[in-house]
């Protein structure tokens, strides 16, 4: 089957603009995450999903960051007033459930870069 | 709070050797995840084997085997007969059972010689 989609795959903007980030998961999975991977590290956890709601959004740097799943599928991540500092890689991922052993199947990221 | 920690920031092996990945983690908690993803430059993380803290045994998945000694709390990759296209970064990852997040490494870039 189709594996995590995310579009688009790169965004140029300028700062102060306002981007959105979208991410289709794997059909059937209910567990939705975010992460941001900045140049050289490891990725950086923004927020899950768990359904249609955000069960823990302790990784969003700000208030200029919030996501939606509104209908417990696709999620969109949204980005206010984006600052250079925004520019990274957003990964998204998706698994089954949630567990310590329920592996996340990442989608090929969307490159933000913001000048 | 729980770490993990990759020690080799970039590798050199000739192809079809084998080559292992450090990883050593840092948990309290006794019930634990723990992953192995390769993201080549075009970016997407790939999963590749995963070990739970209570496996007896080490996972395997093809050319790709995770060493665990859980008494030293590591959990090195293990690549056999390496291949040019196992050029990549490659990161562990960590979950708790509280955890939703996975907790990542700061990955290894690994390069295969012809």
């Known amino acids: 089957g189709a594996g995590v989609s995310q579009t688009p795959s790169n965004k140029v903007t300028e700062k102060g603009k306002y981007v959105e980030l979208r991410c289709d998961p794997i059909?059937?999975?209910?567990?939705l995450y975010w992460y941001r991977q900045s140049l050289g590290q490891g990725p950086e956890f923004l927020i899950y999903?768990?359904?249609?709601?955000?069960?823990?959004d302790s990784g969003l740097p700000n208030d200029r960051f919030f996501a939606v799943r509104p209908e417990g599928s696709v999620s969109t991540l949204k980005i206010q007033r984006t600052e250079r500092g925004d520019s990274a890689v957003y990964l998204c991922?998706?698994?089954?459930?949630?567990?310590?052993?329920?592996?996340?199947?990442f989608g090929p990221g969307t490159r933000l870069l913001v000048l | 709070a729980q770490k993990i920690t990759q020690t080799q920031p970039g590798m050199f092996v000739q192809e079809k050797e084998a080559v292992t990945l450090d990883c050593t983690y840092d948990?309290?908690?006794?019930?634990?995840?723990l992953f192995w993803y390769k993201q080549p430059s075009s970016g997407e993380m790939i999963f590749l084997i995963y070990?739970?803290?209570?496996d007896q045994q080490n996972a395997t998945e093809g050319r790709y085997s995770l060493n665990f000694q859980k008494a030293r709390k590591s959990a090195n990759l293990v690549i056999s007969a390496s291949q040019l296209g196992d050029s990549a970064m490659y990161f562990c990852?960590?979950?708790?059972?509280?955890?939703?997040?996975?907790?990542w490494g700061a990955g290894t870039k690994l390069i295969i010689k012809p």
């Open positions: 991922a998706s698994s089954s459930r949630q567990g310590a052993q329920e592996t996340q199947y």
């Open positions: 059909s059937g999975h209910t567990a």
């Open positions: 999903f768990q359904g249609t709601g955000a069960a823990d």
């Open positions: 948990t309290s908690d006794p019930s634990y995840g």
């Open positions: 070990q739970g803290s209570y």
């Open positions: 990852a960590m979950r708790g059972p509280s955890n939703y997040q996975l907790i």
